[in-house]
């Protein structure tokens, strides 16, 4: 089992940052991979980005490649999204993810946080 809360959201101005974290619970953390979805008012939820269990291997969205980063840090369980460049259309609600192989489908991913609301203002 994996517990996993979300952490960092606000509002921000078009063009400025904001950095997610998500802590983990669980001894085996560092044995899944993990991402980031989104899904804004009306809209399907989509992904985002995901990391590998090791941080070697990380894969984005079209729409986020070149303005946010995806890292993790196993010794202290926790992944973040560095999100620069922001734009109104990224305003959503940002959910953590898990799962022991990383994918870019909901369906993918056993475990998953609360959320967190991202709002860019233009």
């Known amino acids: 089992q994996v517990q996993l809360v979300e952490s960092g959201g606000g509002l921000v101005q078009a063009g400025g940052s904001l950095r997610l974290s998500c802590a983990a619970s669980?001894?085996?953390?560092?044995?899944?991979?993990m991402g980031w979805f989104r899904q804004a008012p009306g809209k399907e939820r989509e992904f985002v980005a995901t990391?590998?269990?090791?941080?070697?291997?990380?894969y984005y969205a079209d729409s986020v490649k070149g303005r946010f980063t995806i890292s993790r840090d196993n010794a202290k369980s926790t992944v973040y999204l560095q999100m620069n460049s922001l734009k109104p259309e990224d305003t959503a609600v940002y959910y953590c993810?898990?799962?022991?192989?990383?994918?870019?489908?909901?369906?993918?991913?056993?475990?998953w946080g609360q959320g967190t609301q991202v709002t860019v203002s233009s």
């Open positions: 669980g001894r085996t953390f560092k044995s899944y991979a």
């Open positions: 993810v898990a799962a022991l192989i990383a994918g870019v489908t909901t369906s993918g991913y056993d475990y």
């Open positions: 990391i590998s269990w090791n941080g070697g291997s990380t």
